[in-house]
Structure formats: C-alpha cells, structure tokens
C-alpha cells in the first residue's frame, strides 16, 4: 500500500516568470521510473511540497502527454508560494498526485466547447486548452473568452495568438480596465457572449475564476438554453490533505480536493454562491 | 451480531482482573477508564483497581461534576470528554520527515513515520463510541484513499465494549439510534450487573479470549436484568434531535435568525469539535528539527470554528462565528448523510457538556430546524 501523504521528490529543471508574481516551475522527479509512471488528467492537481515550509495544491498545466516534463503555474500569494517563487532551476521539491477529478474531455470530444475564465493565469483551464488544442480535430467549434481586471494581469499572450490561429477557434479577451494599446474589449467577459459560437444543445462549457464571475457566466449560459449538465466549473477551497481526510476543502457535502476540483455545475448549484460555504 | 462459537456467561466482578491478565498474556495494552484530573479518562490501564469503581457523574450544558456514588460498579457513569478517537486519530502525529542533505535544495528524501503501534485492547467502549468508530473506519480506510497511520493503530485494537447503564443528562443515542446498546465493531461485551459482567465475543479474537477465562453460565434472571437496565437508560434520556436525517431543514434555513443568536454566545473555542467523536478535521503543519537536519511534517486536530479552516487567496470564506456554527451544524446533522450515509452525531452529547457556555445542540437544532422565525 503506498502512502498517500508522502511526496516524492523532483527537481525544477526550468523557471519562467510569467508576470511579476505569476511563475512556472517546470518539473521532474527524480526517480525516472516514477516520471514515467506518472499520468495525470488535465484539471487535476498535486501537491508541491517546500523543504521546512510546508504543501501546497498547484493544477497542473502541462500537456498529459508530455512524459519529460511536469509544469505548475504559481502566483506568489502565501507563504509556501513566496519561498517557493525563489528557488532556482536544479533545486529539488516534493511533489504527491495526481489528485482530483479532471475536465469533462471525453463527454466534450465531438461537442462545441465555450472555456470562460477570469482572473490571474487560471491555469486549471490552460491545460485543458493546450490538450484540445493538440487534439483539435476531436472537438466542434472552440471559444475561449478570458477576462482579466487590468490589461497588464494578461499573460500567455503568445499562447492567445497561437489558439486565435487554430481551426474554428474564437479567442476574446476582455479587461475590466485597459491601457491605451489594449487591442481587445474593455469591460466585462460577458459583454463579448453574442459573439460565442456554439450549438446550445451540443456544447460543453468550462469554466474557472472567481465564483461571482462564474456565477455570472452561468446564469448566462442557462438563459442561452445551455443544460445545467454541460456546465463545468473548477472551485477552490483550503486544502491540507487532497485526499478527503482533513476536511478543510468541503464545500457542502463535497470534498474538492477528491470529488473535484472539477465539478458538474448541476453538483453544487445548490450552495454555490451561498456565503460561508 | 454475536460470534457463532461465543456463549453467554457471567463473570463474577472478583474476576474482573483476570480478563486484564488474559488480555495482557495475549500480547495486549490493556487501555480504561480511569479518574484523572475530576473527570473519566481512557488511559492504560495496569490493574483493575484503577479502574472507576464507585463512581458516578453528573452533566448538564457546561458541567461535568465526578463523585463517589456509594457502589461497586466500575462502569456506572456516562463518558468522558474523550475515549476512542484520540487513541486512533491522534491529536498530533507525525506523518513524514524530509532530510535537505545538500545546500540549495539540492537533494531532499523523503521518510515515512507510521507508528509502531502495540496491540491494545481497550476495556470500556461505549455504543455511541463505536457508532463513530464506525464512521471514521470509512472515513480514514474506505473512502478513497486508506490512511496508514489510523490503519496501522485500528488493526491491532481489541474492543471490550459495555453497554450503558448511567446514561447523562446530555446523553441522546437513543433518539439517534446509537445506543444505549452497543452495535458495531466490538470483540467482547459486556454488561455491568452489581455482582459482576454478562460476557459474549463477537469475534473470533473476543472468542480467544473468553474462553479463556473462568466463568459461569450466566442465569435467565441476569440476562433480564442487563437488559432491563440498557432499555431502562434509553427511556430515561430526555434530549433528542428532531429527526435523524436534518439535511433538508437545514438547508431550507440556511438564513434562520438563530444562527447569529447562537454566534451570540458562542466564543468559537472549538471545544465541541474537539471533543465530538466522530470530527476528523485536521490540519498539516511542517516543523524543521532546530539542528536544521530535518523536518517533521505533522498532522494536528483542527476545527472549523477556526478562522484559519477556511482561508484561502487571502479571505476567509467563514469570517463570522456564526457562519462557523452553521457550517459545523449542518455538515454534522446535514451534508453527512450524503458523506457517510448517516448522521455525524452519534448522540453522546460531549458538546453539550464541554461548551463553555452550554450551547446544546439539540436544542439549537430544535428551533432552526422548525423553519419558525420568530424565536
Ligand atoms: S455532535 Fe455533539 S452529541 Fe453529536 S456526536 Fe458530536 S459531540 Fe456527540
Ligand atoms: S459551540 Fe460551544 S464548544 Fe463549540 S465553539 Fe462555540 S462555545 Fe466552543
Ligand atoms: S484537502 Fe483535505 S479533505 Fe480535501
């Protein structure tokens, strides 16, 4: 039986500072047996652990078919992702997962897919884009609409231009305040909606970023006709274990860090947007 | 549900200790009852003389009064703030350490800590004890992903359960369905009478041991009284929840009034969870050993009465006491059938005894759950 709260270690083989407090740690265990071994979903997380400081979850952002490489985008927020944020390429973390349930990709396949996310990076989306774009014959029409609050919050721009140019794929960007040169709408991700592209009954829509923002996004997608069944959301709670021990993820009667951090929107409507939960 | 091969006998109470040699000649800690600082301990236990004798207890919301009640009876008393739980989930443990040998995280290796743990049988369970038990076994094993380190120290326990016969003011198994009849995982039990215990095994390691011991066929007459006695302390207890499953009624008063009368007096000390058998929460903390060698990751009991619980990005998602009461409320009474598949109250209301301001539960429950908002 192994252990589930025992990391294992690897080592940063690479560092990239995506802004000025957003950075990828692009990793690898050490053991090649395990780096091999090691699959994931795209959605899912692990937890990364800092010598002497303690664990913390990161999705996972890079490609599941990658065998070499693992990537985590981590904003520098906490104390964990502060010290985390210094270390340099050859240095050496803990990492345990894969953890949690992943995007919907197999009911999307054949299906338009709308991604919605606001806020900072929100890698839990990322990587479920990069995996479609790879596989881009397998999906119908993709939308990705990212909201940011300013302009400079954007990152990834080279990854935007890269999806503007794939097959049947609309990207709009929108930022709640712009500098002058912002190319794209100012104001809200949901004023760029009439320009989605979807058939409503054959779609999946993804959605991760602040919960008001995706409250938002839903309340529009169920008006458009969308069913509660194909909207998919990725919630965030305070994590300890990310095996359904410690309990500090629940969310009602749902543990995140096992039973999502993905989940059906149809899952959790009852207490999403309610305060205190 | 009794072991095929197990006979029900009586043990003369002069016997008792001899149950206690047999356990320890099988290898066992022998873990009871004992008096410690006023009030009812699990400890170990060397001798049957340690054992309660003669004591009673008196609880209320707030109080707990321990006395000499003037009789022979080892059990004659409701629990304690704690028996089980710490003994299998303990209140800080550590799980794994992790050596930096080299400058600039240059290598870091990674070393279990699973506890050795002695086989120890504990003398005394309570029904609503094992109610839970029963609820962190799926917890920590079946749900998911098996946790070691309770694994590694439930494997090894015998359970000697005695049905209640003393149940306190604050006691409410009966109405939750938990007791006062033990029902799940025991290996022996027994039930108390003046002149000594009715024994049965419910497993072969209970068999094991029974027959082992020097007893005598127990008489229609002391069967009738151990049983009197267990329906007699269920029809005395006077608390109770409005119904077993609350899921609904709480959610449909998610925004009672009661809530924030309840924050009113509540001082967010957590005492409830900790002293609730069936609350798991934990958090995980990592201490570097002052030498700089290593550092041990821990795991610590928390609570969601805790500002802490639910931080995350900066904000508290329960910043309010009574967001933290409801929380507790209705993930114990409510989201827990859907969990577990049952209540998480096993009706032995430690909470109520041990809040520092008498907050019942049974009865909190009572008004928020009766939908009437004008309290
Ligand atoms: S909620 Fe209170 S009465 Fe119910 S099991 Fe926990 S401590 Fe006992
Ligand atoms: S209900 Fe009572 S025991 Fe629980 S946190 Fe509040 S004051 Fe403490
Ligand atoms: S993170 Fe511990 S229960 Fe989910």
Redesign the interface.
């Known amino acids: 039986?192994t252990?589930?709260?025992?990391?294992?270690?690897a080592t940063i083989i690479e560092r990239i500072q995506e802004s000025p407090n957003l950075f990828t740690l692009r990793l690898c265990f050490t053991d090649p047996k395990l780096q091999s071994d090691y699959c994931f979903e795209p959605g899912q997380f692990n937890m990364l652990?800092l010598?002497?400081?303690?664990?913390i979850p990161i999705s996972i952002v890079s490609d599941p078919k990658d065998e070499h490489i693992i990537d985590h985008t981590i904003r520098a927020?906490?104390r964990v992702t502060n010290a985390m944020s210094n270390?340099?390429p050859?240095?050496?973390?803990?990492i345990r997962g894969p953890y949690g349930r992943g995007w919907p990709i197999l009911e999307a396949e054949q299906r338009d897919v709308v991604v919605v996310t606001g806020g900072l990076g929100c890698a839990p989306v990322v990587s479920v884009i990069n995996y479609m774009s790879h596989r881009r014959e397998r999906f119908g029409k993709l939308n990705i609409v990212q909201g940011v609050k300013h302009s400079n919050d954007f990152i990834w721009r080279d990854r935007y231009d890269h999806w503007r140019e794939l097959p049947d794929t609309k990207v709009l960007l929108a930022a709640d305040d712009g500098e002058p040169i912002w190319p794209w709408h100012v104001g809200r991700v949901t004023d760029l909606f009439d320009q989605l592209e979807f058939n409503k009954d054959h779609v999946i829509v993804m959605l991760c970023g602040p919960e008001g923002m995706m409250r938002v996004v839903i309340k529009h997608m169920l008006e458009q006709g969308v069913a509660a069944k194909d909207i998919w959301l990725s919630m965030?709670?305070?994590m300890?274990?990310a095996?359904?021990?410690?309990?500090?993820c629940?969310f009602?009667?749902k543990f995140i860090c096992?039973d999502g951090p993905v989940f059906c929107y149809e899952d959790v409507k009852?207490l999403l947007g309610?305060?205190?939960? | 549900m009794t072991n095929k091969n197990s006979k029900v006998e009586f043990l003369p109470r002069s016997h008792f200790q001899e149950l206690i040699e047999h356990l320890q000649q099988a290898g066992y800690t022998c873990v009871g009852p004992q008096v410690h600082e006023h009030a009812i301990h699990y400890a170990e236990l060397a001798h049957a003389d340690f054992l309660p004798q003669g004591m009673s207890e008196e609880q209320s919301p707030g109080q707990y009064r321990l006395h000499e009640a003037g009789h022979d009876r080892y059990f004659a008393w409701a629990n304690g703030p704690q028996a089980l739980k710490p003994l299998l989930f303990t209140p800080r443990e550590a799980?794994?350490q992790?050596s930096?040998n080299c400058e600039?995280?240059?290598?870091?290796?990674?070393k279990?800590l699973?506890p050795e743990q002695r086989p120890l049988a504990v003398i005394g369970a309570r029904a609503c004890d094992l109610a839970a038990l029963y609820i962190h076994d799926k917890?920590?094993l079946q749900?998911?992903?098996?946790?070691?380190y309770y694994l590694a120290r439930r494997k090894n326990m015998l359970l000697i359960a005695v049905n209640c016969t003393h149940p306190a003011d604050t006691c409410f198994c009966a109405s939750t369905g938990d007791g006062p009849r033990a029902t799940y995982g025991y290996d022996l039990l027994l039930n108390e009478l003046d002149d000594g215990f009715i024994i049965e095994s419910h497993s072969e390691k209970g068999v094991a041991i029974q027959t082992q011991l020097n007893l005598q066929a127990a008489e229609a007459s002391q069967l009738e009284q151990a049983n009197d006695a267990v329906e007699q302390a269920a029809a005395r207890q006077t608390r109770g929840l409005p119904a077993q499953n609350l899921s609904q009624p709480l959610?449909d008063n998610?925004h009672h009034p009661h809530w924030e009368e309840v924050a009113q007096r509540c001082l967010s000390c957590g005492n409830c969870t900790a002293v609730c058998p069936t609350c798991?929460?934990?958090?995980?903390?990592?201490e570097?050993v002052l030498d700089g060698s290593h550092?041990v990751?821990y795991?610590q009991w928390?609570s969601?009465f805790c500002q802490?619980?639910?931080?995350?990005?900066?904000m508290t998602?329960?910043d309010?006491a009574g967001?933290r009461y409801?929380?507790w409320m209705?993930?114990k009474l409510g989201?827990?059938?859907?969990?577990f598949g049952r209540s998480g109250c096993v009706g032995c209301g430690r909470c109520i005894t041990w809040c520092p301001v008498g907050i019942d539960i049974t009865e909190e429950a009572k008004v928020i759950c009766s939908g009437d908002q004008h309290d």
């Open positions: 039986m252990n589930p709260y025992l990391p294992y270690e652990y010598y002497g400081v303690g664990e927020v906490g270390l340099k050859g240095a050496r973390i803990g965030e709670r305070n300890q274990c095996v359904g021990h410690c309990g500090h629940q009602g009667a096992k009852s309610q305060r205190g939960f | 799980l794994w992790s930096n600039d995280n240059a290598s870091l290796c990674f279990e699973i917890h920590f749900h998911g992903y098996r946790d070691p959610l998610l798991f929460c934990h958090s995980e903390l990592d570097p550092s990751h795991r928390d969601c802490k619980h639910s931080y995350i990005h900066g998602i329960r309010t967001l409801r929380q209705t993930h989201s827990w059938h859907e969990q």
